[in-house]
């Protein structure tokens, strides 16, 4: 089993950066896909960013595309959500999950392993 830490979360204003860091203990996230998601106050949880196996592949929601990026580091058995030019649409908590296949998914519920998310705030 893997165990996922979220860090990096805060207030920033808009147009403005943050990463993300995804830490994982117990097993290394080279076994996983990965992906990354967000959920405002009084919405559903959404797909925001996912990175297949190999890392060879990534996908991003439309309303990132451009904006952030996903990446590892395997060294550190580490997933970052790198986030530029935000947004206040961008405020929710974010998420990273593991799945233990070489695929993605923008369907969180195929996701096996979730941390507790880090709060994100985008002041205008």
């Known amino acids: 089993q893997v165990q996922l830490v979220e860090s990096g979360g805060g207030l920033v204003q808009a147009g403005g950066s943050l990463r993300l860091s995804c830490a994982a203990s117990?097993?290394?996230?080279?076994?996983?896909?990965m992906g990354w998601f967000r959920q405002a106050p009084g919405k559903e949880r959404e797909f925001v960013a996912a990175?297949?196996?190999?890392?060879?592949?990534?996908a991003f929601a439309d309303s990132v595309k451009g904006r952030f990026t996903i990446s590892r580091d395997s060294a550190k058995n580490t997933v970052y959500l790198q986030m530029n030019s935000l947004k206040p649409e961008d405020t929710a908590a974010y998420f990273c999950?593991?799945?233990?296949?070489?695929?993605?998914?923008?369907?969180?519920?195929?996701?096996?392993?979730w941390g507790q998310g880090t709060q994100v705030t985008v002041s205008s």
């Open positions: 999950a593991a799945r233990y296949s070489s695929d993605y998914s923008f369907n969180g519920y195929v996701y096996g392993y």
């Open positions: 117990g097993r290394s996230l080279s076994t996983y896909a």
């Open positions: 990175m297949s196996r190999s890392g060879g592949a990534t």
